[in-house]
């Protein structure tokens, strides 16, 4: 168990509709960070948050946001869902370590599956 | 930009043999770290590298940086069928900003 969590596990919707995921990072981790993995394919960074701000994007479409609360936990907004976007998408956490040696760590991520 | 390759992209072996899997890049990293992830799972973190030249182990797993920073191998001895997954590494550049990771190798052991 990474300490990172996320809901729900399973997403099933249709084309148009709009979703969120959500992400509660490990405790003590200011860092949230949103990746999209297709079938079969390696993971795409879509975003990264550090204490409540945004700090890097990735390749995220317009119609896709994010947003980290006070409490830290995140949330992903997908919206006017098509096809494509049906995938895993995982939440990972990272904090500063000794010197400049960051971690990641994911949760279980959310299957979205967009009929 | 920096970008992280893998190789090789696909590797399928029979139990008990050895492999090792490469990642590579042209950009020096402040440290390396590898992943396995396992079908519908999230990634789960393997070792973090730091120092050039480093080495470390985790049972049959032998993990090196090279020394310049820029690549990583991952060595498996005697590989078995929970070895399986897909192994990503992943770079954090020297101002500690950004992750990048690699495509991954997508590694089956058949018993």
């Known amino acids: 168990d990474s300490g990172v969590t996320q809901t729900p596990k399973h997403l099933i919707t249709a084309t148009g509709q709009r979703v969120t995921l959500r992400c509660s990072p490990r405790s003590g981790d200011l860092s949230v960070y949103w990746y999209q993995q297709s079938l079969d394919q390696g993971l795409q960074f879509l975003i990264q948050?550090?204490?409540?701000?945004?700090?890097a994007k990735g390749n995220i479409l317009e119609r896709f946001s994010a947003q980290q609360f006070p409490d830290l936990h995140s949330e992903l907004n997908l919206s006017s869902l098509e096809l494509g976007d049906s995938a895993l998408y995982f939440c990972?956490?990272?904090?500063?370590?000794?010197?400049?040696?960051?971690?990641?760590?994911f949760g279980p991520g959310t299957r979205l599956t967009v009929l | 930009t920096q970008l992280l390759e893998q190789s090789p992209q696909f590797l399928s072996i029979q139990e008990g043999e050895n492999l090792t899997v490469y990642c590579n890049s042209s950009?020096?990293?402040?440290?390396l770290q590898w992943y396995r992830q396992e079908p519908g799972e999230g990634p789960v973190l393997l070792v973090t590298?730091?120092?050039?030249?480093e080495v470390k182990k985790l049972k049959r797993l032998t993990f090196q940086f090279g020394d310049a920073r820029k690549d990583s191998s991952l060595h498996i001895t005697a590989a078995q069928p929970g070895d399986t997954g897909l192994y990503l590494c992943a770079g954090v550049d020297n101002y500690g900003q950004n992750f990048v990771f690699g495509p991954g190798t997508r590694l089956s052991v058949l018993p």
């Open positions: 950009s020096v990293f402040s440290s």
């Open positions: 948050y550090y204490n409540g701000e945004e700090r």
């Open positions: 990972a956490s990272s904090s500063m370590g000794s010197g400049q040696v960051y971690e990641q760590f």
């Open positions: 590298v730091v120092t050039g030249g």
